[in-house]
């Protein structure tokens, strides 16, 4: 009976705990100035956040105590109504153990960029991705501290420049691993920031309006840069030679500027490139030998190069999935490509060069593809013999020399242009429209006029 009774008070006292845990006053604090400047949410995210147990709201961990150590809320991009409208209230500058803040893809949530972060001495990570923040980031952005790991401030509107006190002495993000600010309005040269931030692994300041060279500076992240992304900027000069000794360097996307010469020879020892991208630009021969073992993705197409063939070091990637050659000057009879590996490749692009032969035993050997294009070469093949992969869903063969009759296969592709070649006979029924199949040679039959 005594143990009885006091098994019942122990739980009791139990459920009581349970039902009236705390956190922090301060913290607590915090997140419900932060939940009344939201205006809108309605996937109901901030839901669970009513009472005083504030560690078990969806989105808040508490690591060891009653503080607050993350706060993450991400909204779905898939869902229409997955956003947070509204703005971060400065008051979660309270949560003074902060080690992550995490407020991604909520899409509608607008204001500056939350200066009050410098107050957080633990802060780590700050994810402030696909949001609708703007104006210029703080001159004094250093003051997040030297113990930053990721900043991301992707998909949001800041505008001007990056400041350069993110690398100043006193007050620097020295310490930083990844600086994501892609998708923004940023524009002014990259200034000479890098050469204190010496752990940097992730570097994407890809669409943005950055002008000017690469910077000097990114050269002392040579043992550390993995990720090296600046495409779809207005970036102009010559590509650094330095670039080339970069050796974790994985990924590497310069297009859609303005670099002109040639690549540099040093590039033949970034070995362990898997993602080249330097499509897009005015960059000239000759082209370096890579001695890459595997490269996964690679496009270069529309600059002045002129290439003759497809490189040894492509042909002979064992991983390759993605291979865009537009334009390049290439010059080749396809029949006898013979690619060491093509079951992985799911996009091909070799557009506007001077490619003869026939792509059907390249086709047929790909069991993943889901584009082809080779708009603007001289192929030459019986169209009705092409068989390609089931996962196809795009295929531009226009302006060539293919001739035969168009297969019923066609009809399953979601994007299609045979127009411009020497094709004859009556057309499968499929969705396209005439100008997928104009300038040929007697092809007739819907969407073009009746056979006769
Ligand atoms: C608080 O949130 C919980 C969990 O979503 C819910 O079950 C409960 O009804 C809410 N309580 C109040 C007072 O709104
Ligand atoms: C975003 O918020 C603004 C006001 O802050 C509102 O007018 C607009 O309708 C919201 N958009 C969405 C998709 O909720
Ligand atoms: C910066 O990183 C170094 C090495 O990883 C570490 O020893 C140091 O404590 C970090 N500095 C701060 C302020 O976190
Ligand atoms: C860099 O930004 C681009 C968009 O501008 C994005 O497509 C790419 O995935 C980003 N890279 C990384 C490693 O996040
Ligand atoms: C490249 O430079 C030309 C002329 O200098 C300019 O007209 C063009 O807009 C630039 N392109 C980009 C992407 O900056
Ligand atoms: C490649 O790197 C080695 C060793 O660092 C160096 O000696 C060589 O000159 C480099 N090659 C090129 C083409 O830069
Ligand atoms: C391409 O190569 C094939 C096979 O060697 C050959 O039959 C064909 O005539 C060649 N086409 C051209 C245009 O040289
Ligand atoms: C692929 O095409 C070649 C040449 O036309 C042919 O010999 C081979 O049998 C085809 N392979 C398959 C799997 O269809």
Known sequence: ??????????????CLRATSRVCHVDDLAGLLAFKS???DDPSGLLESWNGTDCCSWFGVTCLSNDRVTSLWLTGQPERPDGYLSGTISPSLAKLRDLDGLYLMNLRNITGKFPVWLYGLPSLLFVYLGNNRLSGPLPVDIGKLGTQLDVLSLAGNRFTGSIPASLSQLTGSLRNLTQLQLHNNQLSQPIPEIFSSIHQLR???????????KIPNSISSLSSTLAFLELGHNSLAGQIPSFLGNFQTLDTLDLSHNNFTGPVPKTFSNLTKIFNLDLSHNS?????????????????LSNNNFHLGKIPNWVTLSPIIYSLKLAKCGIKINLTNWKPKETYFYDFIDLSENQISGSPI???NRTEY????????NRLSFDLGKLKFAGTMKELDLSRNLVFGGVPNSVAGLEKLDLSRNSLCGKL?????????????KCLCGSPLPACK
């Open 283 to 299: 960059l000239s021969d000759p082209f370096p030998v890579m001695n890459v073992k595997g490269i996964e993705s690679l496009d």
């Open 1 to 14: 009976m005594k143990s009885l009774i006091l098994f019942l008070s122990l739980l009791t006292l139990q």
């Open 361 to 363: 035993p390249l086709l």
């Open 369 to 376: 593809l889901v584009g082809f294009r080779a708009a603007g």
């Open 202 to 212: 992730f570097l994407n300041l890809s669409h943005n309006k950055f002008s000017g």
């Open 37 to 39: 400047g939201i205006t």
């Open 428 to 440: 499968p029924p499929t969705k396209f429209p005439a100008s997928a199949f104009v300038g040929n």
